[in-house]
């Protein structure tokens, strides 16, 4: 079975390096939080993405990323010294805070917009096409790993209230316009669509039951 995610950020940890292979990479990353119950082969979501923990030592774990996952995330974009989003795979008696985040990237979006609205901050980003078909307003969306709710969607963009709390325990308030981040749309919806897609393009069944079949047995 697939490890679960909260999208509850633990605590934000920082790159202490990265090796990088010709399309792959290790990483060495710091944290506190996270090290208190962790084992070799755990699962840790890093801005959102899902790796396993390789080694670690002290409050140090170490972390590879496959071509897949460089590809598909803004992994690339880290280097020594970024901080990041932390999040460890949910325990089975764990109080579910957030929504269904699987650390399974769909790709990135990019931080189109950025305003106050008193106490809460707006963030609007911008995606593909494909990605928006997977989120509706007053949905769940994660943004490098953080559970956040959809305020406002239109073609190409969709927008996020943070709040304070939000704010002070990840990353999300340091990014700037221009910066990509990870996303992850709803699992729930993804498989409602893909359930409904297929359903649509079935042949629909032709029915045996016509005028003619009744009328030969007296109806």
Same mark, same amino acid.
Request: glycine share 10%.
């Given at each position: 079975?697939?490890?679960?995610?909260?999208?509850?950020?633990?605590e934000?940890?920082?790159?202490?390096?990265?090796?990088?292979? $010709?399309?792959?990479?290790? /990483?060495?990353?710091?944290?506190?939080?996270?090290?208190?119950?962790?084992?070799?082969?755990?699962?840790?979501?890093?801005?959102?993405?899902?790796?396993?923990?390789?080694?670690?030592?002290?409050?140090?774990? !170490?972390?590879? *990323?496959?071509?897949?996952? #460089?590809?598909?995330?803004?992994? $690339?974009?880290?280097?020594?010294?970024?901080?990041?989003? /932390?999040?460890?795979a949910?325990?089975?008696?764990?109080?579910?805070?957030?929504?269904?985040?699987?650390?399974?990237?769909?790709?990135? *979006?990019?931080? $189109?917009? #950025?305003?106050?609205?008193d106490?809460?901050?707006?963030?609007?980003?911008?995606c593909?096409?494909?990605?928006?078909?997977?989120?509706i307003?007053?949905? !769940?969306? *994660?943004?490098?790993?953080?559970?956040?709710?959809?305020v406002?969607?239109?073609?190409? $963009?969709?927008?996020?209230?943070?709040?304070?709390?939000?704010?002070?325990?990840?990353?999300? /308030?340091?990014?700037?316009?221009?910066?990509?981040?990870?996303?992850?749309?709803?699992v729930?919806?993804?498989?409602?669509?893909k359930? #409904?897609?297929?359903?649509?393009?079935?042949?629909?069944?032709?029915?045996?039951?016509?005028?003619?079949?009744?009328?030969?047995?007296?109806?």
């Amino acid at each position: 079975m697939s490890n679960m995610f909260t999208g509850i950020v633990e605590e934000v940890g920082e790159i202490v390096s990265i090796r990088r292979g $010709s399309r792959s990479a290790t /990483l060495k990353i710091k944290g506190k939080e996270i090290f208190s119950d962790m084992k070799l082969g755990d699962s840790i979501a890093v801005n959102g993405i899902c790796l396993t923990v390789t080694e670690f030592s002290g409050n140090v774990f !170490s972390t590879d *990323a496959t071509p897949e996952t #460089i590809d598909r995330t803004s992994l $690339s974009l880290l280097s020594t010294g970024s901080h990041v989003n /932390l999040e460890r795979a949910m325990s089975a008696s764990g109080r579910f805070g957030g929504h269904i985040v699987t650390g399974h990237i769909d790709g990135t *979006a990019t931080v $189109s917009d #950025i305003r106050k609205d008193d106490n809460a901050v707006i963030i609007r980003f911008s995606c593909t096409k494909e990605q928006m078909e997977g989120i509706i307003e007053k949905g !769940s969306v *994660a943004i490098d790993g953080i559970s956040l709710t959809v305020v406002s969607v239109d073609k190409d $963009s969709f927008t996020v209230s943070v709040i304070p709390h939000t704010g002070k325990e990840t990353i999300l /308030l340091t990014r700037k316009r221009g910066d990509i981040v990870n996303l992850e749309t709803d699992v729930i919806g993804k498989y409602v669509a893909k359930f #409904i897609s297929r359903t649509e393009t079935k042949t629909p069944a032709v029915s045996k039951i016509t005028e003619e079949y009744l009328r030969e047995r007296g109806f």
